[in-house]
């Protein structure tokens, strides 16, 4: 578990880019909005329900009388801007009695810092920057696309495909991008079939591909070059350190499923072709 940083910055971060974890009618309308030269509010929330504004303003100690001052003062600049504020907020560790009283007159709504909130929400997000589940998905969410129909004739290769079918189903997402390869050891040449999981969904893909590492191939030639072109559509935005390549070959000896580890970086230099990233 993430331990909590102790900066206002930290905090500010929380609670405007995760706005739905504390209030779920809440979207952000500004961020750091200026109000006068050199003065700028903390976060101004949106009500989806009636679109009403909410001004937040906040504090990583004990809330005090100066910051009633201040955020009135957010409420009249932002009142000359036509920024017209329905709710002022403060939040804070904590407020005295005699603190609420003088809010309540001035009517500003006192809020608490939720840790075990920004706990959970620090955890996620390390993760996510990672790449890495904490915990693996253990259930697939939706499964998108079809396998193509591979070859008939084969010795016992629809029990092999089954078991690898099986396997992918089956097996937990252990990161938040999963590059699934399987092997056809199709007499006439042997090729690849390509699957993705990403955020507990499993996508597959109706193509053959010749070449599983793509450095000097085409899109369509490469497992790897069409995965990362995948991730550049959906996931580019991510902040993803790691990715892991699970490669099924149903003819291998022992372990049929070889899982290799990368950073994202490593992933590029050894699998896709330059002009692809």
């Known amino acids: 578990m993430s331990t909590i940083d102790e900066r206002e910055s930290f905090f500010e971060s929380m609670y405007a880019n995760h706005p739905e ?117 253990t259930a697939i969410k939706n499964v998108v696309g079809d396998l193509p129909q591979v070859p008939i004739g084969i010795e016992s290769f629809d029990f092999m495909f089954e078991q690898y079918k099986d396997t992918l189903m ?30 507990g969904n499993l996508y597959h893909f109706n193509n053959k591909f010749d070449y599983m590492a793509g450095t000097k191939k085409n899109l369509s030639d490469s497992t790897r070059n069409f995965a990362w072109d995948f991730f550049k559509q959906h ?13 099924y070959n149903p003819t291998r000896g022992g372990r049929k499923l070889e899982d290799t580890k990368l950073k994202i970086d490593e992933f590029l230099r050894g699998n896709v072709n330059p002009e692809l990233q």
């Open 21 to 137: 974890k504390f209030n779920p009618d809440w979207v952000i309308y500004s961020k750091q909005e200026w109000v006068a030269t050199n003065l700028r509010c903390d976060v101004i929330y949106k009500s989806k329900k009636d679109g009403t504004l909410h001004l937040v303003e906040i504090k990583r100690h004990e809330a005090d009388y100066p910051n009633i001052a201040q955020v009135m003062e957010y409420y009249a600049k932002l009142k000359m801007k036509n920024i017209n504020v329905h709710k002022v907020y403060i939040l804070a560790k904590g407020f005295s009695k005699e603190l609420k009283l003088a809010m309540e007159y001035c009517n500003i709504t006192p809020m608490k810092i939720n840790f075990e909130k920004i706990k959970e929400i620090s955890s996620f997000t390390d993760d996510e920057t990672e790449g890495i589940y904490s915990n693996p998905l």
């Open 235 to 247: 996931c580019l935005d991510k902040p993803y350190k790691n990715v892991i390549i699970r490669s």
């Open 170 to 199: 089956s097996t937990p997402q252990s990161h938040y991008f999963e590059i699934w390869e399987f092997k056809v050891p199709n007499p006439g040449g042997q090729y690849y079939l390509l699957s993705i999981k990403h955020d």
